[in-house]
């Protein structure tokens, strides 16, 4: 009788043994089914170009995460990225090949080939970069990321860098390869032909003497008198208007270039000038001429009629104006649709009282 009740007690065991090991795989089957769940629903069409609302279930998680990771000295979870601890991080990481090539591949091709073609400035480039990594170390080593305003700052920076990627990714893969196309800069041109007319231009020299006190007659006429004697050695022949100008005239930048003022407008110019240069023939050397600034004499030189300027000879300025405003297009569009996936609760009100708290605050 006992043995027929240890042999029933027997076979119970196995089959409890049988069915917790059948639990067991069913468990590790259900676990499985939903990490493999969870992974397929945490990825949307929105996700993928980066305006993704986040679902219940991914924001459960995050404040799960979030409550993981809170800081026990009360400090925002959110400041957390930016700190660092020696039992967790390398203090003072060292540059290796990874490095160096990430850092070549964020500059320009230009750039890139001239320091990999040349040895000493790819050793300058590296010891620099060794100059910052080491002060980096050594400011992580002294705490500086507990400094709140330190910290907002390498945090606004890495949002600005983000912010800048993720935009130049989205325009790049909306601008067709081939924008614009030779169609589009023919269209443009035909519309705007007004903005490639080259306006009238005249060579001007000068000799110029500062007026000082307007109302100061005296000084005034001495100059105008000055100014007429060297008008007359000039047309004798007694003396050279550049060598004049270099001498004499207080006008600083033509001075330099013996009183050349360069190509200027004539549209431009200022009444008191325009007139009459305009009315001196090609070589003359003008009247003294008051201006409001001081004494002028003038020596006009060619004019240049106006131009309608040819597609070829602005193709590629139109093509870098269309690319610069379909940029800013594409930019202002990504923005607003942003702003709508993930808006900021901003009011008039609120702005307000921010405003007023922050003046009060700044003025105590």
């Not at 397929?40 to 991914?58: F, H, M, T, W, Y």
């Not at 945090?155 to 790049?172: C, D, Q």
């Not at 169609?183 to 020299?205: A, D, I, L």
């Not at 004499?297 to 602005?314: A, F, H, Y």
Request: aromatic share 6%.
């Amino acid at each position: 009788m006992i043995f027929r009740k240890l042999k029933v007690l027997k076979e119970l065991i196995m089959k409890l043994a049988n069915l917790k090991a059948l639990i067991g795989i069913v468990s590790v089957c259900l676990i499985f089914i939903i990490a493999q769940t969870s992974q397929v629903s945490a990825i949307s069409v929105k996700e993928l170009l980066g305006l993704k609302n986040a679902d219940a279930e991914i924001v459960d998680n995050k404040k799960s995460k979030a409550k993981q990771s809170t800081p026990s000295d009360g400090q925002s979870a959110s400041t957390e990225w930016a700190k660092t601890s020696a039992k967790e991080v390398d203090t003072n990481p060292q540059i290796d090949l990874d490095y160096v090539s990430l850092l070549l591949a964020n500059m320009n091709q230009q750039e890139r080939e001239k320091v990999l073609a040349d040895q000493n400035l790819f050793k300058q480039v590296i010891e620099n970069e060794a100059n910052n990594r080491s002060t980096v170390s050594a400011a992580i080593a002294n705490n500086l990321v507990e400094d709140r305003n330190v910290e907002f700052m390498m945090r606004r920076g890495a949002e600005n860098i983000m912010r800048e990627a993720y935009l130049n990714r989205l325009v790049s893969s909306k601008l067709p390869k081939d924008f614009p196309s030779d169609e589009q800069v023919g269209e443009y041109f035909t519309s705007n032909k007004e903005q490639f007319v080259v306006p009238e231009r005249v060579h001007v020299w000068q000799i110029f003497f500062v007026k000082g006190d307007p109302n100061d007659k005296k000084k005034v006429d001495a100059l105008k008198k000055k100014a007429e004697g060297i008008i007359s050695d000039i047309k004798k022949g007694k003396k050279d208007f550049s060598n004049i100008a270099l001498a004499q005239s207080e006008h600083e930048q033509s001075k330099a270039l013996g009183g050349y003022m360069g190509l200027l407008k004539t549209s431009e110019l200022i009444p008191e000038i325009k007139n009459p240069i305009l009315k001196l023939k090609e070589g003359e050397i003008s009247k003294v001429i008051d201006s409001e600034a001081g004494v002028h004499i003038l020596k006009r030189g060619k004019i240049l009629k106006p131009e309608t300027l040819v597609i070829s000879q602005v193709d590629q300025q139109i093509r870098q104006l269309l690319i610069k405003q379909a940029n800013t297009q594409l930019r202002n569009a990504i923005f607003n649709q942003a702003r709508k996936e993930y808006p900021q609760s901003i009011s008039d009100n609120k702005l307000e009282e921010w405003r007023l708290r922050l003046k009060t605050k700044t003025n105590q």
